[in-house]
């Protein structure tokens, strides 16, 4: 009997080892697939080098300069994607990849002063002398930043779902965000996790459960198409890391914003809490404030109205400043 019970569990561990290795080897085919795409996405951006070191960026479009900054997780193609997203007309989106994403290093001096003033330098050397600002998630630190610092460069600004200051000194890091940390390190799970765990990886990323079930089939391939563009996540990881950084050594002033100002932010975002948005509309009083009760980060359930609100807003803008 014990024979029988041992040749049992030895058969079945086979087995279970067999299904995981032609697992794995099926994936993996597919993985190396879009890895490959996504290596053709990132060859389409170039390098502008001064003597403060690269910066990553891409050009698309012919209308209205706007200078899209991206969250944790993102980089150039991200800003191009949500170009895509939330803007009907047919803007000059300029995106860069911010420090530590891509192809722009981390440098010695990270701050996020540092990092508005290589924007302010990259649109010198594209002969852009003014540009509408928009900060997404972990982007809207140094697009406060910008339109604080360069008010004659920045015809108006857009924070969405925006990070706006630091977490109070001695806040815990969420368990959630230590899986993600772990998760970026490894192109393959975070690929993995896109394929067979999308409401989970929407989870971890601020998207409620509740929220993504209600998801139209519209805002799903939104979805796919976000966790999509973050393909290979490793080279972003270092990038991720600099903002928490940056955040805790640096204030984000705003005492200096002249241009017209747009916030909006869902609060049930369980990533950037709501109280960033509350944040940035007190520090600009002149702002407007858009707040939706449901939404989750990036607010894709609330693609529509975001859209709207973001062509009124560049609608109302001073001719000059388009």
């Given at each position: 009997m014990k024979e029988k019970t041992r040749k049992f569990i030895l058969y079945s561990i086979?087995?279970?080892?067999?299904?995981?290795?032609?697992f794995f080897a099926f994936s993996y085919v597919s993985f190396s697939r879009d890895m490959d795409h996504a290596k053709e996405r990132l060859s389409t951006s170039e390098i502008y080098t001064t003597d403060a070191g690269d910066?990553?960026?891409a050009v698309r479009g012919a209308g209205t300069p706007v200078l899209l900054l991206h969250g944790a997780g993102g980089g150039f193609d991200f800003g191009l994607w949500s170009g895509r997203v939330f803007f009907t007309s047919n803007p000059k989106v300029i995106a860069?990849?911010?420090?530590?994403y891509l192809r722009t290093p981390v440098p010695k001096d990270a701050?996020?002063?540092?990092?508005a003033a290589r924007y302010h330098e990259l649109l010198n050397h594209l002969n852009i002398s003014k540009a509408v600002v928009v900060g997404t998630s972990a982007g809207g630190a140094s697009a406060i930043?910008?339109?604080?610092?360069?008010?004659?460069?920045?015809?108006?600004?857009?924070?969405?779902?925006?990070?706006?200051?630091?977490?109070?000194?001695?806040?815990?890091?969420?368990?959630?965000?230590?899986?993600?940390?772990?998760?970026?390190?490894?192109?393959?799970?975070?690929?993995?996790?896109?394929?067979?765990g999308q409401s989970t990886i929407l989870g971890m990323m601020g998207v409620p459960e509740d929220v993504f079930s209600r998801f139209t089939p519209e805002q799903k391939q939104l979805a796919q198409e976000m966790l999509d563009v973050m393909h290979p996540m490793t080279p972003r990881y270092k990038g991720?890391?600099?903002?928490?950084?940056?955040?805790?050594?640096d204030e984000i002033p705003a005492d200096n914003i002249t241009c017209p100002v747009l916030?909006?932010?869902?609060?049930?975002?369980a990533l950037v809490n709501y109280t960033h948005a509350l944040n940035a509309h007190e520090k600009i009083p002149?702002?407007?404030?858009?707040?939706?009760?449901?939404?989750?980060?990036?607010?894709?359930?609330?693609?529509?109205?975001v859209r709207e609100n973001v062509t009124q807003f560049l609608n109302a803008l001073p001719q000059g400043e388009k």
């Amino acid at each position: 009997m014990k024979e029988k019970t041992r040749k049992f569990i030895l058969y079945s561990i086979v087995i279970a080892l067999s299904v995981f290795l032609l697992f794995f080897a099926f994936s993996y085919v597919s993985f190396s697939r879009d890895m490959d795409h996504a290596k053709e996405r990132l060859s389409t951006s170039e390098i502008y080098t001064t003597d403060a070191g690269d910066t990553e960026f891409a050009v698309r479009g012919a209308g209205t300069p706007v200078l899209l900054l991206h969250g944790a997780g993102g980089g150039f193609d991200f800003g191009l994607w949500s170009g895509r997203v939330f803007f009907t007309s047919n803007p000059k989106v300029i995106a860069v990849s911010r420090f530590g994403y891509l192809r722009t290093p981390v440098p010695k001096d990270a701050s996020i002063r540092e990092q508005a003033a290589r924007y302010h330098e990259l649109l010198n050397h594209l002969n852009i002398s003014k540009a509408v600002v928009v900060g997404t998630s972990a982007g809207g630190a140094s697009a406060i930043q910008f339109a604080n610092d360069y008010p004659d460069n920045c015809s108006g600004l857009i924070l969405i779902s925006a990070v706006s200051r630091a977490e109070p000194l001695g806040s815990e890091e969420p368990v959630h965000i230590k899986v993600i940390h772990q998760i970026q390190q490894s192109d393959y799970a975070y690929w993995l996790l896109t394929r067979l765990g999308q409401s989970t990886i929407l989870g971890m990323m601020g998207v409620p459960e509740d929220v993504f079930s209600r998801f139209t089939p519209e805002q799903k391939q939104l979805a796919q198409e976000m966790l999509d563009v973050m393909h290979p996540m490793t080279p972003r990881y270092k990038g991720t890391i600099n903002d928490a950084e940056m955040l805790i050594r640096d204030e984000i002033p705003a005492d200096n914003i002249t241009c017209p100002v747009l916030i909006m932010h869902a609060r049930d975002d369980a990533l950037v809490n709501y109280t960033h948005a509350l944040n940035a509309h007190e520090k600009i009083p002149h702002s407007q404030l858009i707040l939706f009760d449901s939404g989750g980060h990036a607010m894709l359930s609330q693609i529509g109205p975001v859209r709207e609100n973001v062509t009124q807003f560049l609608n109302a803008l001073p001719q000059g400043e388009k």
